[in-house]
C-alpha cells in the first residue's frame, strides 16, 4: 500500500516536463522570426511597387522620369521625401503630389542584405537611378529570402518590372 506522503511528481518527471516546454517554446521562436522576415520582405516588394506606380504617374505628365533626389539616390533612408510635379522633395509639393512619402525600408536588414550607411541594424535603402535623360530608371533592392518568384538577394525595378 502506498502512504498518503507520497504524493507529488519526482525529479525526473518535472525534468521531462521542463524539457518539453523547452523544446516547444525554441521552435515557436524561430517560427516568429522566420514570419517576421518575410513580413519584412513582402513590405519590400509592396514599396518598390508603390513607387513603381508614382514613377508611371510622373512619367505619364512629365514624359520623363525624375532625376535621383539631391543629397545621394537612397529613398527612404530616414530623409522624407516626397514625389511632386518638380521632382523627389524634402518638402511638400505645391502642385502635384504623386507619393506622399517614399517608403522606409523596414528594419533591421535581412541576412544577405548590405546594411545602409546611416549605421549598423538600419535597413538597406531602396537605391532609385534615372538614366538616359530620363528615358528609363532603376531601383535597386534587396531581399532576405524568396517572395513570390523573387528570390533572396540584390534585386532591380524599373519600367519593366522587377528582376
Known amino acids: 500500500m502506498k502512504k498518503a506522503t507520497d504524493r507529488g511528481f519526482t525529479l525526473i518527471e518535472l525534468l521531462v516536463v521542463i524539457a518539453i516546454i523547452g523544446i516547444l517554446s525554441t ?39 525624375p532625376p535621383a533626389p539631391t543629397g545621394g539616390d537612397a529613398l527612404g533612408n530616414g530623409n522624407a521625401l516626397a514625389l511632386c510635379d518638380t521632382g523627389w522633395s524634402a518638402t511638400a509639393c505645391a502642385a502635384t503630389t504623386y507619393m506622399g512619402l517614399a517608403p522606409k525600408a523596414p528594419s533591421p536588414s535581412d541576412g544577405i542584405c548590405p546594411t545602409a550607411a546611416a549605421g549598423p541594424g538600419d535597413a538597406n535603402p531602396y537605391i532609385y537611378t534615372m538614366s538616359n535623360s530620363g528615358a528609363t ?26 528582376q
Not at 521552435?27 to 508614382?54: E, G, Y
Open 27 to 65: 521552435l515557436a521562436v524561430v517560427a516568429l522570426n522566420s514570419a517576421r522576415q518575410k513580413s519584412r520582405d513582402s513590405k519590400r516588394v509592396a514599396d518598390i511597387k508603390q513607387i513603381q506606380t508614382a514613377l508611371e504617374l510622373y512619367y505619364s505628365d512629365k514624359h520623363g522620369y
Open 137 to 162: 530608371y532603376s531601383i535597386v533592392f534587396c531581399l532576405g529570402s524568396q517572395v513570390g518568384d523573387l528570390l533572396g538577394g540584390l534585386h532591380t525595378a524599373n519600367p519593366n518590372g522587377m
